[in-house]
């Protein structure tokens, strides 16, 4: 038997497993817009704060979202990839969001909701 090169497929996997809950899918939608206070994440998708904290940490944890505080507020954005393989799946999953009515919606909330306020 030839010997193949090993495919290193650990870091999308890491991020299809994050990836794999509808609620990380729209957190990762919404912070697709920019970075977001936990707050609005919480207020957008209707979540509790332990909930919408617990989402957080998985995709933290899994390199998808990387956060800043401010203050007593924590703000999360998308981490930038290093992974190529990663960068590609989730820019392609991230392009696909626009055709989907629930994340445009929660969207369209978190824009009404948050509007030119921040978190301070």
């Known amino acids: 038997m030839s010997s193949v090169g090993a495919l290193e497929v650990q870091p999308v996997m890491q991020l299809c497993r994050a990836l794999g809950d509808e609620t990380r899918l ?27 904290s617990r989402h957080l940490a998985v995709l933290r ?10 203050g007593n507020w924590i703000y999360y954005s998308l981490a930038r990839q290093s992974n190529e393989a990663r960068r590609k799946v ?29 978190c301070r």
């Open 26 to 52: 729209r957190i990762v939608a919404l912070l697709a817009h920019g970075e977001l206070c936990t707050c609005h994440v919480e207020a957008a998708l209707d979540l509790s704060q332990p909930n919408a």
């Open 90 to 118: 989730l820019a392609a999953i991230v392009k696909n969001f626009d055709g989907e009515e629930t994340l445009k919606q929660d969207v369209e909330k978190l824009r009404r909701m948050k509007g030119p306020v921040t």
């Open 61 to 70: 944890t899994a390199g998808i979202v990387e956060p800043r505080r401010e």
